[in-house]
């Protein structure tokens, strides 16, 4: 049996030459190996920590390693990756098991020769009282090793959004975020929903900022809990229950969710409507459809119907509606705390995006009835696919203009364009626009 760093080598060598998203790949590792709670929380520490700060790590790696960063195996680079991340930010690992197991983890990966190196460098670390030297470096430089960020996103946000914010994304971008989940007010009440996540072993507690709300602590499971599967709430974070309420779907209208799953904005919305109206909801795959349908059915929403539906081809059978919620695909630059892994795609990796959003938006604008709001939003922090998708999308439809939908959340100012950020709400970075078809 495997012990946890070993799982989560296994798990970071196979990040760095496959690609996947974090969550998706340490649930299979965990899946697939048995280890206890403990080891999986110690494993996930890691793992995560890791890919959150591994340019920070990588710098201390040309720092004290004699080799060239390029010319180090990778499994070798990711071993101290592993130390390193437990010397600085582990206070309770001992630095000699640290170490250790370091070195230990070199014979796992069939590299002995290497562990005089690996074992070097570490100690190196140790006895220059464990503190980065930062040189000369300074400004945009030393906040990309401080952070563990990219320049080019450093000075964008910035640039669009001013130090403040920056800095907050920044800073937020480290360890594990609240889980936040919306209360099911079509059944049950906000003491209802806490009283049943007590019984499960599960903390809630009312947000402050918004309406049935609740921020979760000490879940070892969602989907094990009871309360979960009598459909007492579901799983959404604040900023996306926040754009929901900025929609303000009203019952008896009919809604559209174009990109809509895993159906957190679906639900929340059939919700404030109390089960009354019409709720249509669609995906590109199957499969998701599917946990969209899953998800009504546990919640006891009947008024949703979800399909399968290309949302950059314009489909005659989705019928005119009073609300269209469009959150189209999008860079994730909002959820990087969630998906660390995000940070470091390149640049150029992103320009192809908004070419798809305003395909998205100018489509999903053909369902909107005259008088009716479109809602578009992305979980992105980006100019270029927030506020330039939605000022191009106005010059060309000119049937639609800005309307300014409150949100009756302290702290968030009322405009037609929001751009949420963890500094507002606590919640994920997130942005959410409101026009008006007005003929």
């Known amino acids: 049996m495997k012990t946890a760093r070993q799982v989560t080598l296994d798990l970071l060598i196979s990040m ?31 793992f995560y920590g890791v890919l959150e700060r ?34 600085l930010f582990m206070n309770y690992v001992p630095e000699s098991a640290a170490v250790n197991e370091s070195v230990r983890l070199m014979s796992y990966i069939g590299l002995e020769k290497a562990k005089g190196f690996v074992n070097a460098i570490l100690r190196n670390f140790i006895r220059d009282g464990k503190q980065i030297n930062y040189g000369d470096l300074e400004g945009y430089g030393k ?4 952070y563990s960020c990219p320049k080019w996103l450093i000075k964008k946000w910035d640039k669009e959004l001013g130090e403040k914010k920056m800095l907050s994304l920044l800073q937020s971008s480290f360890g594990r ?42 879940v070892k499971s969602i989907e094990t809990c009871s309360a979960y599967h009598k459909g007492m709430f579901h799983v959404q974070d604040i900023s996306s229950q926040i754009s929901c309420r900025i929609a303000n779907p009203i019952f008896n209208e009919t809604l559209v969710d174009i990109c809509a799953a895993p159906g957190g904005k679906t639900f929340t919305c059939a919700e404030i409507m109390n089960n009354l109206g019409a709720v249509y909801s669609y995906d590109l ?39 269209v919620i469009c959150d189209v695909p999008c860079s994730g630059l909002g959820v990087i705390r969630r998906k660390p892994e995000i940070k470091y795609k390149k640049m150029k990796s992103l320009e192809t995006l908004p070419q798809t959003q305003a395909k998205i938006i100018d489509v999903s604008s053909r369902y909107v009835k005259p008088g009716g709001t479109l809602i578009y939003s992305t979980c992105t922090v980006s100019r270029d696919e927030n506020e330039n998708i939605v000022e191009q ?47």
């Not at 390693?65 to 680079?77: H, L, M, R």
């Not at 906040?143 to 401080?146: N, T, V």
């Not at 203009?401 to 994920?428: F, N, Q």
């Open 393 to 439: 999308f106005l010059a060309d439809h000119k049937e639609f203009v800005p309307v300014v939908m409150l949100s009756g959340v302290k702290g968030l100012e009322d405009t037609y364009m929001r751009t949420i950020t963890p500094l507002e709400t606590g919640g994920d970075g997130f942005f959410v626009a409101t026009l008006r078809k007005i003929k």
């Open 177 to 218: 975020p609240p889980l936040y989940a919306r209360v099911n007010t079509t059944r049950y009440t906000d003491e209802q929903v806490i009283a049943g996540l007590k019984k499960d072993g599960v903390i809630a507690k009312k947000n402050p900022l918004l309406e049935h709300c609740l921020e979760l602590t000490n």
């Open 16 to 46: 760095d030459i496959k690609g996947a998203y974090s969550n998706i790949a340490l649930d299979k590792a965990f899946t697939a190996e048995k280890l206890s709670v403990k080891d999986k929380a110690f494993a996930a520490n890691i």
């Open 143 to 146: 906040l990309s090793i401080e």
């Open 285 to 323: 795959y199957d499969g998701k459809v599917s946990l969209i349908e899953n998800g009504a059915l546990r919640l006891g929403l009947d008024i949703i119907k979800a399909a399968e539906n290309d949302a950059t081809m314009f489909n005659p059978e989705i019928p005119q509606a009073d609300k």
């Open 54 to 87: 591994r340019m920070t790590l990588d710098y201390l790696i040309r720092f004290y390693s004699s080799i060239e960063f390029d010319k180090i195996a990778v499994p070798v680079v990711q071993i101290l990756r592993m130390g390193f991340y437990q010397l």
